[in-house]
């Protein structure tokens, strides 16, 4: 999955957190996803990092 899919699936979360109509369990159920799909992001933007440090470095 892309970044760009990754943050997006994050967005999603976060605007399904603020509905008023969402239980506790089902909040905490999607905090977790979203911390997921935030992490997986953040690999997926390290990685391209070094990747233009490699490119650089040659």
Request: charged share 45%; glycine share 2%.
């Amino acid at each position: 999955m892309s970044f760009e899919e990754h943050i997006n699936k994050v967005n999603k979360a976060l605007e399904d957190l603020n509905s008023e109509d969402l239980s506790l369990d089902e909040g905490i159920k999607l905090y977790k996803k979203a911390v997921v799909d935030l992490k997986k992001a953040r690999e997926v933007l390290d990685k391209a990092q070094l990747e233009i440090e490699k490119i650089d470095n040659e």
